[in-house]
């Protein structure tokens, strides 16, 4: 699953989340970023990315929830 979640100044910011096929019960997780000002606007760069478990996850999502400005 790839999703926009920024769109920003012509910077855009997408998460893609999906499944590690050669190891179950793993989750890949990447942020990437394209902008609609560079030399080739499909370019994209790869700002985060890493595996994690299940709980990895729930702390991840728990820590999202909890952020407040």
Known sequence: ???LISNTGGLQTFLE???????PGMTYLRITTTFEGAKDTSD???KFDVC???????????AL????L
């Open 17 to 23: 989340i999906k499944p590690v096929e050669a190891i």
């Open 1 to 3: 699953m790839k999703k």
């Open 44 to 46: 994209e760069r790869v």
């Open 52 to 62: 994690l478990d299940q709980s990895d996850l729930d702390n991840l999502r728990a």
């Open 65 to 68: 929830n909890d952020y407040s």
